[in-house]
């Protein structure tokens, strides 16, 4: 078995991606909430690396040692974090601790993170050359156990650099419709593993969701995802709508059965394994809706 199938295989069809604030929740309230997403049969669980939070190789360290049986995800571990060879010999470290429980999503977060470095933000050049760093570490120094490697992937480049030089993407934020349009480009061998918004609600408690976010990405001058929804053919009007078009689209909504449809149909796209993320306001909420969620959603 190839990595990427035993990755898959590991995986499963659900897995649950929680948000981070800065070095928040506690140590404690996560290894307690992540057991408890395990426990409830969620095959994995991710969440990422943001401004102000936890460093995540020694983040994922103690999550890993406290939860043994659960497959983890960086989404993501950011580039202006550390040096390519450090992100490798990290990814290495925790493999050989904590073999075939770690896929390593790496991206290249977004211009403001650069800008804070001076650094100018060209992210397919940024990332061919952190994965060629990563490469050479990797040949000087193998990994006694592999361990599996994505992408933030949204656009063709970059989801073509993830068919390439990586295992597969993990593409965020982005409507189902762009699940079967990522794997047109990847192929049918990659893993494609995209997080997708759910809300136990109507379509309005979701329209107001995509407000939010939509005010908060040009709060940061985040343009990459609002790119993604246009290349799908979502116009300015749908998206300051939002359209009901762009609503169902982008988050699934309803209650659990309809919801557990909805993941199927991802499924059904293309995704080997589907993120979830309840448009929740705090992490206790996000944890208590994917729990209620469970018994419909987990396969």
Known sequence: ???IEDTRARLGAVGA?????????PPDVERAATRRLADAGYRSVWSGEGPGSREVFAHFGDLLAAVPDVVLGTGIANVWARRGVTAYKGGATLARAHPGRLVLGVGVGHAFQAAKLGEDYRPIDRMRAYLSEMDTAADESPSPVAFTRVLAAVGPRMLELARDHADGAHPFAQPVSHTPYARGIL???MLLIPQQTVLLGSREDARESVRRRIAQLREYAVTAYLAGWKRLGY???????????????LVLWGDAPTIAKRV???LDAGADHVLLTPSATTFESTVDELLELAPAVVR
């Open 1 to 3: 078995m190839t990595l």
């Open 17 to 25: 991606w929680l948000p981070s604030a800065p070095l928040q929740p």
């Open 187 to 189: 192929g049918p061998d």
């Open 235 to 249: 116009t300015d009007a749908d998206i300051a709508g939002p359209s009901d078009e762009f609503v169902d689209d």
């Open 264 to 266: 199927g149909e991802v």
